[in-house]
């Protein structure tokens, strides 16, 4: 079963601090501005059941799932997510934009955690079935990143990780893009917000013009 490639599924990707969240809605904006219906969405999350999950895989004061129970309970939300969120909205002929998506699972349960890639893939294709059109990866460094995060307040499980974590997120984000650079767009996260959110909404500007 081969992945399905879905133009109107843009995803943000992207270590701690990187401004995700910030972007999504400026992205959001720059979509309904020409008329276009938007779901704006988020993994783990995007439906009730999804949103209690994360709450399981994400609050410190739970017991510490293990490496292969954390990547099924990701599918888990990430398969009801695409069925009760994700294919819906793209049926009906609207844009989804989702902080996060299965690179995730590639670059957080694989590449910080060490877990087996080509099981990732088999569930990518059994579990989820397809991919985005266009995935901005907003790449900072870990130090500002998690600077950033920290100064934001209270940290979630994840969050909490220790730097050598992120260090390998990172690494397996760049290797992610590089290995698609059909989908992937790489953006200096490090700079001021404004212009990150600036150079985002003018990549996805140029890929509405070629067309999707």
Request: proline letters at 5%; a negative charge; charged letters at 30%.
């Amino acid at each position: 079963m081969t992945l399905k490639r879905q133009p109107r599924l843009v995803t943000l990707e992207g270590g701690e601090g990187a401004g995700k969240s910030t972007v999504l809605a400026a992205l959001a904006e720059a979509l309904t501005g020409r008329g276009i219906e938007v779901v704006r969405t988020r993994e783990p999350g995007g439906t009730p059941l999804a949103e209690q999950i994360r709450d399981l895989l994400l609050d410190p004061g739970h017991e510490p799932p293990s490496r292969d129970t954390e990547l099924l309970l990701m599918f888990a939300a990430r398969a009801q997510h695409v069925r009760e969120t994700v294919l819906p909205a793209l049926q009906r002929g609207a844009w989804v934009l989702s902080d996060r998506f299965t690179d995730a699972s590639y670059a957080y349960q694989g590449g910080a955690r060490g877990g087996d890639v080509q099981f990732i893939a088999e569930l990518e294709r059994r579990v989820v079935g397809i991919e985005p059109g266009l995935t901005l990866l907003l790449d900072v460094p870990v130090e500002i990143g998690l600077r950033r995060m920290r100064g934001r307040g209270d940290v979630d499980r994840i969050e909490s990780e220790r730097e050598e974590f992120f260090e390998r997120v990172r690494t397996a984000y760049q290797g992610r893009a590089q290995a698609h650079p059909d989908r992937f767009r790489v953006i200096d996260a490090s700079r001021p917000l404004v212009d990150v959110t600036a150079a985002s909404v003018e990549l996805l500007h140029a890929y509405l013009e070629d067309g999707q």
